[in-house]
């Protein structure tokens, strides 16, 4: 005898029957794990010195995308690690794929991310031509000591001239992440960095607070005494001038850590901010599907062979 499910009931009641999952419109995000070098406060599930392994994972994320869920793409997004490091050709295929399997529509929000080294015009042009038509820039700062500090191997003016040349190419859309309650950073750096952001005219900033995470380069000099982070009261105070800077140069703070030019809010962070579905492809990507949250081994190798024999 079937039992009654009072929430899909209550549910059905206030929005009528739900969408069987492969009807239901859901944002794609594909995970590119690989980088050039590793910052110092990164954890995410990337890898250095693999980079042979590219031009077989790409196929595998073909692959999984192929074998999913036929449903409604909201959005696409390319994260990592550096998923500029890949060649245009790479990354269109994978557009491709999404747009057939997914029906992602030609003007869909589709972003991927950049590191400001990798954005020289050719490559810029290539990813617009594939269907990009938004760019995520890891900046971080515009202070060259932080730069430092953080691993980064760009300057302010390598961050400047990539986002003219991404402008010169075709993009419209650009977003910039920024860091700030870093070691050596205090309120005059931070604005500095903002200022510097909002000169640059991007359509769209992302600004994080650092955490600190076991394992990485900033958590042991912070743990063995050679660096120190800001006090919480300056990092408090960084949040606050962030929104009320931005927010006078003309950006809405629609999440809590992103602000936008009118029109230009992430379509990708308000699925996640909205609890909404998402399909997580690739070694190492989280989704939220069919009532779960899941993850997916961050092990290249294993999800190159996974994909190939049916098991992602």
């Known amino acids: ?24 419109e859901a944002a794609i995000y594909v995970h590119f794990p690989f980088c050039r070098h590793l910052c110092t406060y990164c954890d995410f599930d990337t890898f250095t010195g693999i980079d042979h392994l590219i031009d077989s994972y790409v196929p595998a994320l073909v692959r999984q995308i192929e074998t999913s869920p036929p449903v409604r793409a909201s959005s696409l997004y390319i994260g990592g690690g550096t998923p500029s490091i890949m060649s245009p050709e790479q990354a269109g295929s994978l557009a491709s794929i999404c747009r057939k399997r997914f029906s992602l529509g030609r003007d869909a929000e589709a972003t ?11 490559r810029m042009l290539g990813f617009r031509a594939a269907g990009f038509n938004r760019l995520s820039v890891g900046v971080q700062s515009a202070n060259p000591r932080l730069l430092r ?43 500095e960095t903002l ?3 909002a000169r640059w005219e991007v359509d769209h900033l992302s600004c994080y607070m650092l955490t600190i995470e076991p394992g990485t380069a900033l958590e042991r000099g912070v743990s063995r005494g050679t660096l120190q982070l ?23 703070h629609y999440e809590i850590s992103n602000w936008a030019r009118p029109g230009r809010e992430s379509a990708h962070n308000l699925t996640y901010w909205r609890n909404g579905l998402y399909l997580g492809i690739g070694a190492g990507a989280a989704g939220h599907w069919a009532g779960r949250r899941h993850k997916l081994l961050p092990n290249v190798r294993a999800f190159v062979e996974g994909a190939w024999a049916g098991r992602i």
């Open 1 to 24: 005898m079937r039992q009654h499910d009072p929430v899909a009931g209550y549910l059905e009641t206030i929005a009528g029957p739900a969408e069987p999952y492969d009807a239901a």
């Open 195 to 197: 200022e510097t952001a």
């Open 230 to 252: 800001p006090p919480e009261d300056d990092v408090v105070a960084m949040y606050e001038l962030a929104c009320d800077f931005l927010s006078s140069t003309g950006y809405r």
């Open 112 to 122: 991927i991310e950049a590191n400001p080294t990798d954005m020289v015009f050719d």
């Open 149 to 191: 500090l953080l691993g980064r191997r760009h300057s302010s003016e390598d961050s400047e001239a990539a986002i003219r040349t991404a402008r010169n190419a075709g993009f419209e859309n650009i977003s910039v992440d920024l860091i700030y309650g870093v070691p050596l950073q205090d309120r005059s750096i931070w604005r």
